[in-house]
């Protein structure tokens, strides 16, 4: 990435690489202009404006998204835009009307010069409403200090101009600096500095977004692929060189695993840490970009808890650069984003990513095999017991945004991990362990490409034409199909059962199940009614429907809950603990010593076979292959 004055010849570079002929308009040497102002900021809102040249048609739809690629949801980005603006060349404003909460239809298109508007950030708002949107995909404009710029809560496009190059110009306060994967040209102003990209068209600049903020970035080389963090931490407790080890050793082992699956030289993370006030993001994760990703997570968590996130949350997004970046189907290639139509592979696009996150990880030596298995193990529960196990994956995935499907997006990232996986067992089990997924997603690299989506009907036809017969029951009847995934089946192949087994588990949380609810009017955080608790309770004294008062010395309510999660990773076992709880309206205080929580619970078992084993031998192409 680029990040100085890089002068006139780069200046052409960017304008020649976004020139494009047969506009929308009849001036064909421009480029859909989109400029930010983070200078002017007011009550907490900035200025965009876009000038997309003449247009010949007489009437002209200006969109905000509803959805974009990688949140699968409906989050309405134009509810954050306000004071919209239509003007004509003499700088008059012409009429124009808001259709609905996302579009404005301007009647008078051939006078049209440009439109403005106001736009909100998203942070603000996560605690105030329902819905939040998810805070890797939002937005935060905190003058002078931050801003987080997923371009699709600010830029728009006009209907039909969507496949037209973008010039995107932003003017930001000299104290701050943009980190993003695109190239840039930094333009200096007397008072404060203007960087301008090109994008080669509207989807390029949906998938660029744009963090700045005070200089905390360092870049570094992963064979030839360029690496970039950047890291806003609001109290300073981090910074990007303290993060860079474990990301750098993180990537290394990715880039052995995939081989010459290759498709970017630049590769962007944006770190933004939480400072969990109410005003600030609350959605912990990441969202994929083909060259980048945003992640958001508290700024409280301490270091190896954070260096966990990072490995676990940032290898998944990296992984994308196989799927969908490169392995895509033509809705994903040409997607709509205000009346989107959904591909039926988000076992693919998300499930075929969580896997090799987890996949490469045993592989390379980041983790044994005990822990591979339990999040295996993990991903099998949680998808029985917060989704519904008898649908079929692809009616689901092709029907996402729907009510009947929205709340079942979780799943692509526990069930349809564990559909790789089965998929991938397969394929071993029929080369002998020869091949495995890894290989089926370098033929289909191969085969598609970047510039060169699938049709969504005929993927199938193709993995059984690059694999084996025997997967099209499998595809038929647990992907397409409604019938639950008997794991036990697959996993014998490589020499695993499933059985029962005392397994380690957090403190508050077994998995993604919590231990621990709240009261939404008293705020007050108690133990599940019902359910088995862990050993760590039932060894303090703990009991189903106790109130969780304070422990050791500190009070925690909803408003602090996260604060309670991250304390207990900083834990170990033998520290002392005494817990206030409140029980049938009566106040107990419970003293022990920390021990290290357990449940009982089916896990996956090494079966007690020869090391010469078909199975072990499978199972070691597989893990290790």
């Known amino acids: 990435m680029l990040r100085k004055n890089l002068g006139i010849i780069a200046a ?30 007011v009550d907490d809102k900035v200025k965009v404006e876009i000038d997309p040249g003449k247009f010949q048609t007489e009437t002209a739809t200006f969109n905000i998204p509803k959805t974009v690629p990688g949140t699968y949801s409906d989050d309405n980005y134009g509810k954050y835009v306000d004071d919209f603006k239509a003007y004509d060349y003499q700088g008059n404003e012409i009429a124009s009307t808001r259709v609905d909460q996302n579009s404005w239809l301007i009647a008078n298109a051939k006078k049209l010069d440009k439109v403005s508007y106001m736009v909100s950030d998203t942070f603000d708002t996560e605690y105030d409403i329902d819905s939040p949107v998810f805070s890797p995909a939002g937005s935060n404009i905190l003058k002078d200090e931050n801003f987080v710029l997923n371009l699709h809560a600010f830029v728009g496009y006009f209907k039909g101009s969507e496949q037209y190059p973008y010039q995107i110009k932003v003017n930001y306060p000299k104290t701050l600096e943009g980190v993003t994967s695109l190239p840039k040209v930094v333009t200096e102003q007397e008072t404060y500095n203007t960087d301008t990209f090109g994008a080669t068209r509207y989807a390029e600049v949906t998938d660029n977004p744009i963090m700045y903020s005070k200089p905390d970035t360092v870049d570094f080389k992963v064979n030839d692929m360029n690496i970039t963090l950047s890291v806003y931490s609001p109290t300073g407790v981090y910074s990007a060189e303290s993060l860079k080890e474990g990301i750098e050793t993180m990537i290394t082992a990715q ?81 709509d984003y205000n009346n989107p139509k959904m591909s039926q592979h988000l076992w693919m696009y998300e499930g075929v990513t969580e896997y090799f996150a987890n996949l490469f990880q045993i ?50 990232y526990e069930k349809g991990t564990l559909i790789a996986m089965i998929v991938d067992l397969t394929i071993r089990a029929e080369s002998n362990g020869e091949t495995g997924i890894l290989d089926l997603m370098k033929k289909l690299s191969e085969t598609y490409g970047i510039e060169k989506p699938f049709k969504d009907a005929e993927l199938f ?15 038929d009847t647990y992907i397409v199909g409604s019938t639950p995934i008997p794991y036990g089946e697959f996993l014998e192949k490589v020499g695993l059962e499933l059985g029962t087994k005392e397994v380690e588990v957090g403190y508050f949380l077994n998995g993604q199940v919590p231990y621990i609810s709240a009261d939404k009017d008293t705020e007050e955080i108690f133990i599940l009614e019902e359910g088995t608790l862990n050993s760590f309770m ?18 925690y309510t909803l408003k602090n809950v996260y604060d309670l999660i991250g304390a207990s990773r900083t834990w170990n076992v033998g520290d002392a603990i005494t817990v206030v709880i409140k029980r049938n309206g009566e106040t107990k205080t419970l003293t022990g010593k920390v021990t290290k929580p357990t449940a009982k619970e089916v896990g996956i078992i090494v079966k007690d076979l020869p090391e010469n084993s078909k199975e072990v031998q499978l199972r070691k192409a597989w893990l290790k292959g």
């Open 363 to 412: 592989n390379q030596g980041l983790i044994d095999e005990e822990a591979f298995y339990k999040r295996i193990n993990d991903k099998i529960k949680n998808s029985r017991l917060l989704y519904n196990d008898a649908i079929s994956f692809t009616e689901m995935s092709s029907n996402i945004l729907s009510d009947e499907f929205k709340d079942e997006y979780g799943n692509v």
């Open 12 to 41: 052409a570079c960017i304008a020649l690489s976004s020139c494009n002929s047969g506009k929308v308009g009849t001036d064909n040497n421009k480029d859909i202009v989109a400029s930010i102002d983070l200078v002017t900021v």
């Open 538 to 555: 039932t060894d303090l004294g703990i009991q189903n429907g106790d109130v969780i008062n304070e422990i050791n010395g500190v009070k």
């Open 255 to 335: 880039k052995k695993f995939l081989g010459n699956v290759d498709a970017t030289k630049q590769y962007t993370i944006l770190l933004y840490l939480s400072s969990l006030a109410t005003s600030d993001a609350k959605g912990f994760g990441a969202l994929e970009h083909n060259t980048s990703t945003v992640v958001v997570l508290p700024e409280q968590m301490p270091k190896e808890a954070i260096q966990n996130a990072l490995k676990d949350v940032v290898s998944h997004e990296f992984f994308h650069i196989v799927t969908p970046l490169t392995v895509h189907s033509e809705e994903i290639h040409y997607f």
């Open 461 to 475: 036809d193709r993995i059984i034409e690059f694999t084996t017969p025997e997967l099209r029951s499998v595809i």
